[in-house]
């Protein structure tokens, strides 16, 4: 089994997408109403206002930077699954969270409803359980058409290394 190459599951890039979409848009709300102090603060002072191509780059700058780093960067996101285990793959860690479980600590690998989005969770035998980077389905940017296939294939690869390892 040492010799087989590890499972990668990582975001559509349409997914991608649409998370660079959404962090962008929340960099420009939070621009913009800095933009607007600005413009109210001038406007009871003797400041000149921002112009226009301030709330012009405020508004959409985010959103675009967003959208065209996130699909190439996308590579860095996912679940690796090998002899070893399961590893998730971030380029940012999440706080705390453990990002790597071997097969013996995994008791149960399910896909669940966690907001708008179904996502898979691995639990494991001290009780915790871990939600993977990848696969996810959700609505409009989010939607993965092969989850169920995904989820299929992740679960058949948890029960072949829990219950004996995968046939030759």
Do not use: N
């Not at 990668?8 to 979409?21: H, I």
């Not at 590579?75 to 590893?87: D, E, K, N, P, V």
């Not at 690998?109 to 359980?129: D, F, I, M, P």
Request: hydrophobic residues 45%; proline residues 7%.
């Amino acid at each position: 089994m040492a010799d087989a190459s590890p499972a990668l599951f990582r975001p559509t890039w349409q997914q991608a997408l649409g998370r660079g979409l959404y962090l962008g848009s929340l960099v420009a709300v939070a621009g913009t109403v800095v933009v607007l102090l600005a413009a109210a603060a001038s406007a009871w002072s003797d400041a000149a206002a921002p112009p226009l191509w301030v709330w012009v780059s405020v508004a959409a700058g985010p959103p675009v930077t967003g959208a065209l780093l996130a699909v190439p960067t996308r590579g860095l996101t996912g679940t690796q699954i090998s002899a070893r285990g399961i590893r998730t793959l971030s380029a940012l860690p999440r706080g705390g969270r453990r990002a790597s479980a071997t097969w013996s600590e995994v008791v149960d690998v399910r896909a669940e409803r966690r907001g708008g989005r179904t996502v898979v969770s691995v639990y494991l035998k001290s009780g915790a359980s871990v939600q993977l980077h990848a696969p996810y389905s959700g609505e409009l940017f989010a939607a993965d058409p092969r989850f169920e296939g995904k989820m299929f294939a992740l679960s058949h690869l948890w029960r072949s290394h829990r219950f004996g390892g995968l046939p030759g």
